[in-house]
């Protein structure tokens, strides 16, 4: 599957049209094919971590997750479950960071902070839980700020 999405995606770079390669595919589109197939593969690897993580193998969905996040820096699902991984596996300030790098590139969504506030209960760091959950909550409430995308 990946190699076929890698040959489209050169294809329609190059600018080529199948059958004739004397004719030109507007630039515009090639630029839209290319963006809904890198949310494609996004969504892919999205669905590969989750799968793997519900049958137990924790570093196909944790390479699966980061592989996600190499289309789209700021997947929230894939933050949100990498920084779960790191929680479970006695790892939470390694899921903090992860959380906070979200959080300074401007992805300001509730279950960022929620997820951040598990992270910091997990090491006793109760001051910094409710700050983070509260946050969570604000967000919540503002439909203005947590529908952003």
Request: net charge positive; hydrophobic share 40%.
């Amino acid at each position: 599957i990946l190699f076929i999405i890698t040959f489209l995606f050169f294809l329609f770079r190059m600018n080529k049209v199948w059958g004739d390669s004397s004719k030109q595919v507007p630039c515009v589109r090639s630029n839209q094919l290319v963006q809904k197939l890198q949310r494609a593969n996004e969504t892919t690897w999205n669905l590969i971590g989750t799968l793997a993580l519900e049958k137990g193998q924790v570093n196909v969905a944790k390479d699966s997750f980061s592989r996600s996040l190499t289309f789209n820096r700021q997947n929230t699902t894939a933050i949100v479950k990498l920084a779960y991984i790191f929680r479970k596996f006695h790892e939470p300030r390694k899921a903090i960071e992860i959380l906070n790098s979200a959080i300074r590139a401007g992805n300001e969504k509730e279950e960022i902070w929620s997820s951040m506030g598990h992270s910091h209960l997990i090491l006793g760091e109760y001051k910094s839980a409710f700050d983070s959950y509260q946050k969570a909550l604000i967000l919540a409430k503002s439909p203005k700020l947590s529908n952003q995308t």
